[in-house]
């Protein structure tokens, strides 16, 4: 369940943080292992049905795997130190408060953004959810700080409220194939979101976000899940061709998933 203060953040902005939510040891330990795993799949082994995507702007970059690395897809369900922080009843709460007591993890992502990777431009991440039912809840757990200079997530607080808009494609160099930005939207109430290791942030699909470029000499990282309702019709595969969801229910009538 949420606070009435989170309850009131997530009506008015479409988002709330949780400070402190997770230790330093689990931050330490997921950095740890998404590192062994990006060195593994980028000498080309197979890592269970997890996903690298390789920095761009750093393909070539001289350092360990992680340090060219952009995103790493689809570790909630075989990876054990991932699968239980997706299924911390703790958490778990949060999300059933907004979704109700029948929830599934359908996505995560594990974000790297190195000295010189690209910030993700505005966007909604519903417009990536083709589903019969809304709304989706986005978790972002900062693994490592996130300040002004590494990257951060800006939001539009309020925006969560809006439909799902346009986009165009991100014409950046060194941009990812799949960023889309909105630009039919006023986004001049934004606001940076900063987080300390172990903080949490939960947000609408609708909720209209960014992130910066790093601008510092050290990593940014962050562990990111998508929560949805049990039963949701996902149409991703017919409409884009492929998918990285996989459904993995965590709740069913407000217990923990067998
Ligand atoms: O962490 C980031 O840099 C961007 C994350 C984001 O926008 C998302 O997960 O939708």
Request: hydrophobic share 40%; proline share 7%; charged share 20%.
């Amino acid at each position: 369940m949420l606070s009435p203060e989170q309850a009131a953040s997530f009506e008015r902005d479409g988002c709330f943080v949780v400070p402190g939510f997770a230790n330093a040891s689990v931050c330490k330990e997921m950095l740890a292992r998404v590192s062994e795993l990006c060195a593994r799949a980028e000498a080309g082994a197979q890592v269970a049905d997890a996903i690298r995507l390789p920095e761009p702007a750093l393909r070539h970059a001289p350092g360990s795997s992680a340090e060219r690395t952009s995103k790493l897809f689809r570790v909630h369900r075989h990876e054990p130190v991932f699968h239980a922080f997706c299924r911390d009843p703790r958490l778990l709460a949060l999300v059933a408060g907004i979704l109700g007591p029948d929830v599934d993890c359908f996505l995560s992502q594990f974000i790297f953004k190195n000295p010189g990777a690209l910030g993700q431009p505005w966007h909604q991440d519903a417009f990536y959810f083709p589903f019969d039912r809304r709304p989706q809840v986005g978790v972002w757990l900062a693994v490592t700080e996130a300040t002004l200079e590494n990257g951060p997530l800006w939001v539009l607080p309020g925006s969560h409220t809006e439909r799902i808009h346009a986009v165009v494609p991100d014409q950046r160099e060194h941009a990812q194939m799949a960023y889309v930005e909105i630009v039919d939207h006023d986004m001049s109430g934004a606001r940076p979101v900063l987080l300390q290791p172990g903080d949490v942030l939960l947000f609408h699909g609708h909720l209209m976000h960014k992130s910066t470029d790093n601008r510092s000499a050290g990593m940014r990282a962050a562990m990111v899940y998508h929560y949805g309702q049990a039963g949701t019709v996902d149409r991703t595969h017919e409409v884009r061709g492929f998918t990285l969801n996989d459904w993995l229910p965590v709740l069913r009538g407000g217990a923990p998933a067998e």
